[in-house]
């Protein structure tokens, strides 16, 4: 009989009873066929793959990683919070040691979804990542992560939250912003100034195909994680990045996927975007499952698959070796870019407009970061949502320093309640959220 | 009046019920080197004086197919199956008649890859060459669209005696699990056909002309000649029997265990207000796992023979079986030698108990009779440490939907319902060292046999619609019929119900027995393509509830 050379947790969450509208591609049945490949595959039965059930994710779990405005109850709906539970499920399996490495197969998504939430932006509401990320901080103190987004689509939410956090590593492969929502994700966005270089952006043109997105793994990602040593590594796993995805333009496979995963090793992977139901999600998803708990995935080939058809242009190529250049020239210089970044005990601004897409709601952010080399640096950012509220958010790090605890304090105590609808404070050092 | 016989691994029980009593029940060793000798002894000794006429019902549980499995001695049989994309089913099944041929179906029924006839002819002569009769044919999503599994028995029909298709056995996906099923069903079908063709000719003999019902896993009957189908199906039907003879005491509304304490082992089971929990798949034990259709249960290795010993200072029971009690000619103490120690159980040679339990006393540095309470309770320990095991895991089972997230039932049992010989024993020990209401049934060694006596015929079918492709099939019972876009939920239940009762009726239940009848699963998804819907694709399973027949609620009382 078949087993897992690897101890492999998964949870399967497909929300067979939510949906974002009808016709939408965040539907009901998004993981119906890859539930019935899983199943007439036998996967549960395998030795060593074991399913646990979604935990669900409460208001304090939530509060780690986001601002909700104006609270987690109205921006969310019960599948939100299962779907995070999903993962927090999964964290839980492999930081207790039952399993090696877990997959959280759920939806609705979370990626787009930033340190501010308002609501609905690329079909995410709140960061089931990031939450994840935040619950296994606090409760089993682990210190350095990296988060590898392989979604087709910028990852800018987990991007935002971890944006400041130099012990989190976030690594973003996506298409091109230029032609391909958000729009964002360049090169040069490398985080705040306490965290240069702990975000890399690594936009892939259209028509990337297995071999370009392996020669990123191969000659970025891994000796880059090689170097930062993460304690743990998650994997952000969009699988829009397929030849037959109705959403991008990309031209990945479902043994790119198993190897990708085979090469990434990834502690957890969280599922994230996907939309070509029939054709990709059910090989891909099964392809990740085998590389995870290492066994033989070479016989999940879709049905259509033409290798000669999604062979990758000599210019693609050319452009991806360029790309990867730039990233890890910024990787080596990171601690020059931080230290040109200002001085120790300076506030920095930054604006910003953020566009919610699902839910229509545009935004203005004036964010305050005060710079600092001994830890992330609190931050103050003052969000208006239109329609939506006014509000001051202030955030104080998991392992912040004592003038930034401070700093932050002084944020939260001389906002003025009359100017804002509400005034929050994340203070991650003692796992509190206060709102006046 | 009705007759339930359970052939069990040592001893095989009878009853003969009539609406008011049960008129006569018997206990006999069971020969498992002749079952059939077995059978008929005890329909001989349990019809004296009793007008063959007067029986209108028999249900029959063995131990033919687990034994043929045990001792590995099924006939070889070939497999041919055929897989696509996915995991390499080549590690499925141990033989050497075992083919993976080309041909795919993908999840939505649709065909990626052809039959390669000419192959399929080439391993046919193969198989006749090695003088195999029976064949098993099973394809990846062959519940989907089974077109490739008829045109490959199709090829094979003039070569072979008998040919057994995945989609038949279940409506469930799992192409591993329906390939093991199909595997046995065609393994044993010589041997089960043969069994009872040979008990039903001698019952026909006794004047016993009606027709008999054999026991299932899910604790349901179903009629001999459906059985020669899914001879599969009678595994494990021993556990269910007992199982089955608990129901009439379980609370209504309320959940309850069943603990069947054996000679070697002990049966787990539960019951949700009088109905058993089933597996959600089928049957599994170690690395057998199947589609057939089960009651929940597990086994434990302990049980009133087990041998006991001390290892590292530390007292160990199970999950071996030597023989029977030292009280009763074995050769190692037992939980039974304590029971006799303790004075509950007045039978055997107690001097003989005292000297192994003596044994055991000494090495623990205990009294006789501090040593044979030690002994009973950690029996207690260990059989209820497993159950709430198994209750955890029936509470962590995963869920798809918000709502059976939401609506999560939780399993918590209010009482204990013991069977076997020393479960009026273990039913006062649970009770005061657990505090949950336990109790032994009534008749507790032959409720076995009253539990197949009384059980009624079960089945399930899956039905699934596609209003897209304009088609509802329900391909196990070899059923397709066409449909308008606008069919519905409710058409699809409707007709799920109808196509239940025919299989139920086929498979010998009577039309009293047919209103317990529900839904199991219920799934409803559009099918949307360039983003405009195009269809629902529609999916449901409905079951006969395993339960007791009507008109024997005296019998019991």
């Not at chain 1, 939530?62 to 964290?91: N, Y």
């Not at chain 1, 499952?289 to 290798?307: C, H, K, T």
């Not at chain 1, 790090?397 to 005034?423: H, T, W």
């Not at chain 2, 046919?124 to 003088?131: N, T």
Request: with cysteine; aromatic share 8%; net charge neutral.
């Amino acid at each position: 009989m078949l087993k897992a050379l690897n101890k492999t947790g998964l949870v399967f969450f497909p929300a067979f009873d939510w949906a974002i509208d009808p016709t939408h591609p965040e539907r009901e049945e998004r993981l119906l066929y890859t539930q019935d490949q899983v199943i007439e595959e036998g996967v549960f039965d395998i030795s060593g793959i074991i399913e646990y059930k979604p935990d669900i994710v409460s208001t304090h779990d939530i509060r780690r990683a986001h601002f909700c405005v104006p609270d987690e109850k109205t921006i969310t709906t019960q599948s939100h919070l299962i779907s995070a539970g999903g993962a927090k499920a999964i964290a839980d399996a492999v930081l207790t040691k039952e399993v090696k490495s877990g997959f959280a197969l759920v939806r609705p998504p979370g990626h787009h979804s930033m340190r501010v939430s308002h609501g609905g932006r690329g079909f995410c509401h709140i960061n089931i990542e990031a939450i994840m990320v935040e619950y296994i901080r606090s409760h089993y103190g682990v210190k350095r992560i990296a988060i590898i987004d392989t979604d087709c689509h910028h990852g800018d939410g987990t991007n935002d939250i971890y944006w400041h956090d130099p012990d989190v590593l976030f690594i973003s492969l996506h298409q091109d912003g230029r032609t391909m929502y958000p729009g964002t994700g360049f090169t040069g966005e490398l985080g705040g100034p306490n965290a240069k270089g702990s975000n890399l952006n690594i936009p892939l043109p259209p028509g990337t195909s297995t071999e370009g997105y392996l020669y990123v793994i191969k000659n970025c990602v891994l000796p880059i994680l090689n170097e930062f040593k993460p304690d743990l590594v998650v994997n952000s796993a969009g699988q829009d990045n397929h030849y037959t995805d109705p959403l991008t333009n990309m031209n990945f496979s479902a043994q790119g996927y198993a190897q990708l995963t085979t090469l990434l090793k990834p502690d957890i992977a969280v599922l994230e975007g996907g939309y070509s139901i029939e054709g990709a999600l059910p090989y891909v998803n099964l392809g990740i499952i085998l590389a995870m708990a290492g066994i033989d995935y070479s016989g999940v080939i879709e049905p259509d698959y033409d290798p000669e058809k999604l062979k990758q242009s000599v210019s693609i190529t050319d452009k991806i070796k360029k790309t990867i250049d730039i990233i890890n020239a910024y990787w080596r210089q990171k601690n020059d870019l931080r230290l040109k970044a200002g001085e120790p005990g300076q506030m920095q601004v930054r604006h910003r407009e953020i566009f919610y897409d699902t839910d229509n709601i545009f935004e203005q952010q004036k964010e305050t970061v005060r710079i600092c080399r001994d830890c992330g640096g609190c931050i103050s950012i003052d969000s208006k949502a239109k329609p939506g509220k006014h509000v001051l958010c202030v955030h104080i790090p998991i392992n912040a320093c004592k003038s930034c605890i401070e700093a932050g304090y002084d944020f939260f105590d001389k906002a003025e309640k009359k100017k804002f609808d509400k005034v929050f404070l994340q203070d991650r050092t003692k796992d509190t959220y206060e709102i006046k | 009046m009705i007759i339930g016989l359970d052939v069990g691994g040592t001893h095989t029980d009878a009853v003969l019920l009539s609406s008011n009593k049960i008129e006569k029940k018997i206990k006999v060793p069971t020969d498992s080197s002749d079952l059939f000798h077995t059978i008929l002894s005890s329909f001989t000794l349990l019809l004296e004086n009793i007008d063959p006429k007067t029986v209108r019902r028999i249900v029959i549980s063995t131990t033919l197919t687990t034994n043929a499995i045990v001792e590995q001695n099924m006939k070889p049989v070939g497999m041919i199956v055929s897989a696509g994309p996915g995991i390499d089913p080549s590690s499925f099944v141990d033989s050497k008649y075992y083919y993976c041929v080309s041909g795919s179906i993908n999840h939505r029924g649709r065909e990626k890859a052809p039959v390669n006839i000419i192959e399929i002819e080439d391993i046919a002569k193969k198989l006749k060459k090695a003088g195999i009769e029976y064949v098993g044919v099973v394809s990846k999503f062959c519940v989907r669209n089974p077109s490739h599994e008829i045109l490959i028995k199709r090829i094979l029909n003039k070569y072979f005696k008998k040919i057994f298709l995945g989609h038949h056995v279940s409506g469930n996906l799992n192409f591993p699990r329906r390939i093991a099923t199909t595997h046995l069903n065609t393994a044993v079908f010589s041997l089960h056909k043969s069994f009872f063709e040979a008990v039903k000719n001698s019952l026909e003999e006794m004047g016993l002309t009606i027709p008999i019902q054999i026991l299932k896993a899910d604790g349901g009957t179903m009629s001999l000649e459906s059985s020669m189908a899914f001879p599969g199906q009678t595994v494990l039907s021993g556990p269910a029997a007992s199982i089955m003879g608990a129901i009439p005491y379980a609370p209504k509304n309320q959940d309850a265990i069943v603990l069947d304490i054996g000679g070697t082992t002990t049966d787990i089971a539960f019951l949700v207000n009088k109905t058993p929990l089933l597996e959600p798949f089928g049957i599994q034990r170690g690395e057998h796992k199947s589609l057939i259709r089960s009651l929940r249960t597990e086994s434990k290795g302990i049980g009133g023979d087990s041998m006991i010993r001390v290892e590292d200072n530390k007292l160990v029971i199970g999950p071996e079986r030597k023989g029977p009690a030292m009280a009763f000619g074995g050769p190692v103490p037992t939980p039974t030698d304590a029971l006799i120690i303790l004075g509950l159980m007045h039978e055997g040679d107690k001097e003989k108990a005292r000297q192994g339990i003596g044994s055991i006393a000494r090495e623990l540095g205990l009294t006789d009779l501090e040593a044979a309470d030690k002994i009973f309770k950690t029996c207690c320990s260990i059989i209820l440490k497993k159950t709430f095991e198994m209750i955890d895991k029936l509470n962590s089972q995963p869920v798809y939907t918000v709502h059976e997230f939401l609506e999560g039932y939780k399993f918590s049992p209010r009482k204990i319902l013991l069977l076997g010989g020393p479960a009026k024993y273990f039913a006062k020990k649970i009770e005061k060292l657990y505090h949950i209401k336990a109790e032994a049934v009534p008749e507790a060694s032959v409720a076995n046999a009253i539990g197949a006596a009384l059980a009624r015929t079960t089945c399930e079918v899956s039905l699934s619609a596609d209003t897209e492709h304009g088609i509802v099939t329900a391909h196990e019972e070899d059923f397709a019929e066409p449909i308008s876009k606008s069919f519905s939920e409710e058409d699809l239940i409707s007709t799920a119900y109808t196509l239940l009762k025919e299989k139920a009726i086929s498979s010998g239940a009577d039309a009293d027995n047919l209103d317990e009848m529900e839904v199991v699963e219920l799934q409803k998804f559009n099918i949307v393509r360039n983003f405009s819907p195009r269809g629902k694709i529609l999916r449901t399973k409905v079951q006969l509830i395993p339960g007791l027949i009507k008109g024997f609620e005296k019998v019991l009382q």
